[in-house]
């Protein structure tokens, strides 16, 4: 079943939905490197930037290739994510270009809202230029996101087009080059096929706009790191009025075995199941959450499941009633390499590794997270089950 579905998402990627004649992408070209900024030529640097109740993330390649991961808001009429992010970004770079944004998905602590703050605010108050951005499929795949989704379609359709060059993120590694060594996969794209292009009529409960998360590995060296913006882990209907689905146990066995895991939906009770986290068996966990996080972020039941796969680090403290278990709060949690083998996080030091794992049956889920690891046809069943409103189910 796992194969069928994963198979009818990419079917459905290259079936037309907004599909981008030519295949692979090629590169962003006549980019120059940042200079005078804290960057050095040849180091691999993830920059998780503490924007309180929001998200962004910098990753600068070791030639000097840029991607910026989100660049949230804490509220729609807010700008002070904007206000951190952006020079942040300008002391690292000692420039103001981006060579690609990746939005994982289109809620405003992730975005931003265009008038106001996030990305918007970067490019038209800051002048911030960038090469191509990336973003999920809303055309097929309507999502619940409310009306900063409705208003990004609105300005990526108009001045945004020349702005911010939008593209369609499809699954595979041809839309993002942070130079040689470095190779960027995207492992989820609109659900990878688990959830139905639309739902029915005046749906009581529409697929959450996480559902739909982009989510990627970027591996250097032996290092991989895992994003996956708020990529859902389980199937239920929420107390907001949409659906979460679990997409995560069908991403798993394509990201496989993970050194460091950027924490999926703030450390969400609803992310990071234990189908994931036995798969991807992450060394380091990094959690983007503000503080008094209203959603309770980071969950204590996440916090336990992290915690027994590497350590925390945190870029504020979050829930202040969750016992984070040794994690530690930084502010800014910056990953640094420069040979993909060593690797820093908050200065503490870590060794990447290809350990040996054990997939007998060659399902794709290695045995720590396979029910039974000598028949390809047990593989794990969604957190939750399956949801027939929104779903294919057998």
Request: charged residues 20%.
């Amino acid at each position: 079943m796992r194969l069928f579905l994963v198979l009818r998402g990419c079917l459905l990627l290259l079936a037309g939905c907004s599909l981008v004649p030519g295949g692979r992408m090629p590169a962003v070209s006549g980019s120059d490197p940042p200079g005078n900024g804290n960057w050095q030529p040849g180091w691999l640097e993830i920059h998780h930037i503490d924007a309180g109740q929001a998200c962004s993330t910098l990753i600068v390649g070791p030639t000097g290739r840029t991607l910026l991961v989100d660049a949230g808001e804490a509220d729609w009429e807010a700008d002070d994510g904007a206000l951190i992010v952006g020079p942040y970004i300008k002391n690292v770079l000692g420039s103001s270009h981006l060579d690609y944004v990746l939005f994982s998905h289109f809620h405003v602590d992730h975005t931003g809202y265009p008038g106001h703050g996030g990305l918007w605010h970067l490019v038209n108050l800051q002048g911030f230029t960038v090469g191509k951005l990336l973003r999920r499929d809303f055309s097929c795949y309507p999502g619940e996101g409310g009306g900063t989704l409705a208003r990004w379609r609105e300005y990526l359709a108009g001045e945004g087009q020349n702005l911010l060059h939008p593209e369609v993120a499809k699954l595979g590694d041809g839309q993002i080059d942070l130079g040689p060594g470095v190779t960027l996969r995207l492992v989820a794209v609109d659900g990878n096929g688990l959830l139905v292009a639309s739902g029915p009529v005046n749906d009581p409960a529409p697929p959450s706009e996480n559902d739909y998360s982009v989510a990627f590995v970027l591996r250097f060296g032996l290092l991989d790191y895992f994003s996956g913006g708020d990529l859902s882990g389980e199937t239920l209907v929420s107390d907001f009025g949409y659906s979460y689905h679990d997409i995560e146990y069908a991403v798993a066995p394509l990201a496989r075995d993970i050194d460091v895991y950027r924490v999926s939906h703030h450390g969400s009770e609803y992310s990071s199941s234990p189908t994931f986290l036995a798969e991807l068996q992450p060394r380091v966990n990094i959690i983007e959450v503000g503080n008094d996080n209203p959603d309770g972020h980071p969950h204590q039941a996440a916090v336990d499941r992290l915690i027994s796969t590497g350590a925390i680090y945190l870029t504020e403290r979050g829930n202040p009633d969750t016992n984070l278990r040794g994690g530690r709060v930084v502010g800014h949690v910056v990953l640094r390499t420069t040979d993909g083998i060593d690797y820093w996080v908050a200065d503490d030091h870590y060794v990447a590794a290809d350990p040996p794992r054990v997939d007998a049956d060659g399902d794709g889920y290695f045995h720590e997270a396979d029910p039974d690891d000598t028949s390809p046809l047990a593989v794990p069943a969604p957190r939750g089950g399956c949801d027939p409103a929104h779903q294919t189910c057998r």
